[in-house]
């Protein structure tokens, strides 16, 4: 079936435009540094480092370097980094982003936990979780670099791992999806999206795609259907001549920041859980983030700030209530550029946390606290329903 505007001969030139391929043979996960010693996590920091001091990891966590190091230590969720911004459409830098996430904010060890405040829930008490280092990328080459991406995150989910990817621009969510797809299969995994724009933009001729029309290479190329795929806080302009109409045609549900203003938080995502929760809905759902769906206020140091978005506080709630009430496959965050960055690194923190809001809402879900928004009594009053004035 052609494209409208596109001469009859449009549905086999699309057909021969670039795609992923399958397997893992040279993924590039293990080299001559790491082949012939023990398998299993390392830390490598010492008990006392955390932090901004010691050799920094994800959130001090401990390093595993082969999908055999994630089978010994059974991890659960293993961070990976992807320095690729070449499939950029804002400004570059976004290639920085696993550095800041890295050194940002916290550090965990089993001397300093994390537990968050608000559900005293420590996600690395929960889940087993270490830092994977990053994807290997071919610069320049774009399709070799998808190819090294998918393959990277491939290794991660054979070891029973769940990826947390720290991205990099937009374009990796092709990849990252693509091998979560691969391993759960195709049509079965769903999207949750927040972002300024909906990655949905449409692709000219053999490009392989920018961060612009990620998410629709993954409906296009069969990885995702388009119902099972949900956005929210997009704003800003739309000025590509037939984007809404595909939209509708192909199931997509945008929740708008307007609807969010208009509406409220809380009432949006009540509403965007329920469409995921509906029966034949998926039953995982991969999470991606781009850091742009909060107000430039809250992260500035993004490649396409939009005014408008979320506040910080929208935003932490959100991501946390989508980790506890959907079983999440993956989790991304991208977009995050350093170098745009505020002196006191405001936007590497939103990210950082953002993700620790991710992981303390899969730790609760593993816990079984599943419950609309759910907070530890103790996070309200100090947990006293009897303080003076008050007549409950």
């Not at 938080?265 to 999470?287: F, K, M, R, S």
Request: aromatic letters at 6%.
């Amino acid at each position: 079936m052609t494209e409208p505007g596109e001469p009859e001969w449009g549905a086999s030139m699309r057909a021969a435009r670039p795609h992923l391929g399958t397997g893992t043979e040279g993924h590039g996960a293990v080299d001559q540094y790491n082949k012939d010693r023990p398998a299993g996590p390392m830390y490598v920091q010492r008990a006392h480092e955390y932090a901004r001091s010691g050799v920094q990891s994800y959130m001090g966590l401990p390093v595993c370097l082969t999908p055999e190091d994630l089978v010994a230590g059974e991890i659960d969720v293993a961070a990976c980094g992807v320095p690729w911004d070449a499939t950029g459409v804002g400004r570059s830098g976004a290639r920085r982003g696993p550095v800041a996430l890295r050194t940002t904010g916290m550090g965990s060890t089993p001397e300093f936990p994390l537990p968050d405040l608000h559900t005293r829930v420590d996600p690395f008490k929960v889940l087993r979780c270490a830092d994977y280092g990053d994807s290997p990328t071919a610069s320049g080459n774009t399709p070799e670099t998808f190819e090294e991406i998918r393959k990277f995150v491939t290794t991660i989910l054979e070891a029973g791992a769940t990826p947390l990817v720290l991205g990099g621009d937009h374009g990796i969510t092709w990849p990252c999806l693509t091998a979560v797809a691969d391993h759960l299969g195709h049509g079965t995994v769903g999207v949750i999206h927040l972002g300024a724009h909906t990655a949905m933009e449409p692709v000219e001729g053999w490009d392989m795609g920018s961060a612009r029309s990620a998410l629709r290479r993954t409906v296009e190329s069969g990885v995702v259907r388009g119902e099972h795929v949900f956005q929210l806080g997009a704003r800003g302009f739309d000025t590509s001549a037939g984007l809404w109409p595909w939209l509708n045609d192909n199931g997509v549900r945008v929740h708008l920041a307007a609807e969010i203003d208009q509406r409220g938080i809380e009432t949006v995502i009540d509403q965007l859980i329920a469409e995921a929760t509906v029966p034949g809905a998926p039953t995982g759902y991969y999470l991606s983030i781009s850091i742009d769906v909060a107000d430039p206020m809250y992260a500035p140091g993004t490649s396409s700030p939009e005014p408008g978005g979320l506040r910080s506080t929208a935003l932490l709630r959100s991501i946390r209530r989508i980790g506890a009430e959907l079983d999440l496959v993956g989790i991304e965050l991208v977009e995050l550029n350093p170098q745009f960055d505020n002196a006191g690194q405001i936007t590497a923190l939103l990210a950082h946390r953002t993700l620790h809001h991710a992981l303390t809402g899969m730790a609760m879900r593993r816990l079984g606290i599943t419950e609309r928004g759910w907070i530890h009594p103790d996070a309200l009053d100090h947990g006293l329903a009897d303080r003076p004035g008050d007549s409950s």
